[in-house]
């Protein structure tokens, strides 16, 4: 019976340090000295073709979910990525077979969001990407503007979309991992997955991994 226990025990740990626990999560701190020069990564920057199954670590999530869209002057809060007025107007969602969790810049963690497996109405049509291990969704919120009308500031959102999505591709090319952004996904399901508010729009996500070794 000890026995027993002691083997789910080391199971369950097993499982929570290679992500696969859906659990808040405490992301590591990033290590700034990995990854080439911008020249290296913008010369080798291509959307994915294919992906294997393979995990990234924990170290890499922490430093691509910063290098997305993370705070980087804590004195005032400002992030990796521009926003029109500082709206700060994108939120990264991070789907894994596991579950969906909520990127909290703040704490540099990973807030619960919903368990379950929902990548395929991330993929959409686009089966192949469900080889990647991780896929990030970006929502913009428009209400985080306060001028302007819905479709001007949907305008703003989708630029701002645009910049985090270019800081994943080059972070992905800089730390030899794979990415595509895409617009295709099933916005309906993930609108009720999420739980989304109207203000709030999934307008990219990028399905991260490694190449399939040929
Ligand atoms: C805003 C945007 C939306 C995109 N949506 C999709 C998509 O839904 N599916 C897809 O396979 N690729 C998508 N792509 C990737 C483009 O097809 C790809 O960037 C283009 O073919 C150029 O290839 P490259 O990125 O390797 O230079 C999208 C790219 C951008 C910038």
Partial sequence: MR???????????????HGQSFAPMVLDSVDFSQGTTVMEALKVRASATSFDTCQITPQQLSALLWSANGINRPESGKRTAASAVNAQDIDLYVATKV?????????????TVA????????????????DAPVFLILVADISKFTFGTDSSRLVLSSMDAGIVAQNISL????????????AG?????????????????????????????Q
């Fill in 3 to 17: 026995t027993a226990l002691i083997s789910i025990a080391i199971v369950l740990i097993a499982a929570v340090s």
């Fill in 99 to 111: 579950g969906i969790w909520r990127y909290n810049p703040q704490k540099h963690q990973l807030d």
């Fill in 115 to 130: 368990a379950g497996d929902y990548r395929t109405f991330i993929a959409d049509r686009q089966v192949w990407v469900l």
């Fill in 171 to 182: 972070y992905c090319a800089a730390a030899g991992l794979e990415t595509r952004i895409r």
């Fill in 185 to 213: 996904m099933n916005d309906e399901k993930l609108r009720e997955v999420l739980a989304l508010t109207p203000t709030q729009y999934p307008l990219l996500n990028t399905p991260v991994g490694y190449r399939k070794k």
